[in-house]
Nanobody, 124 residues
Framework: QVQLVESGGGLVQAGDSLRLSCAASGGTFSSYAMGWFRQAPGQEREFVSRITWSGHTYYADSVQGRFTISRDNAKNTVYLQMNSLKSEDTAVYYC??????????????????WGQGIQVTVSS
């Protein structure tokens, strides 16, 4: 069983940057692909980014060029660097782990473990 804990959220202004972290425990972190999702009020949870066990990265079109996902297997941590934030980035952000460690998956149901989520609010 993998436990995931997000940190680094908060309230920022449009154009600012923020870095989310997700610390994993209880499993072999390096054997999972890791993803970030977000959910705005009244909307479905949506894919943001993914990094495979080998470091391949994928992004939603809406964040491509502004967000960067990375992982530190020695620290069992995945990061999401968010730059040039916009008001439409406001959401609860979730970290997720996928036992299918390679390939691209943007579907929530394909991820096996989830964090509790953390609020990111971008004021315009």
């Amino acid at each position: 069983q993998v436990q995931l804990v997000e940190s680094g959220g908060g309230l920022v202004q449009a154009g600012d940057s923020l870095r989310l972290s997700c610390a994993a425990s209880g499993g072999t972190f390096s054997s999972y692909a890791m993803g970030w999702f977000r959910q705005a009020p009244g909307q479905e949870r949506e894919f943001v980014s993914r990094i495979t066990w080998s470091g391949h990265t994928y992004y939603a079109d809406s964040v491509q060029g502004r967000f960067t996902i990375s992982r530190d297997n020695a620290k069992n941590t995945v990061y999401l660097q968010m730059n040039s934030l916009k008001s439409e980035d406001t959401a609860v952000y979730y970290c997720a782990a996928d036992r299918n460690k390679s390939g691209k998956s943007t579907l929530t149901w394909s991820y096996d473990y989830w964090g509790q989520g953390i609020q990111v609010t971008v004021s315009s």
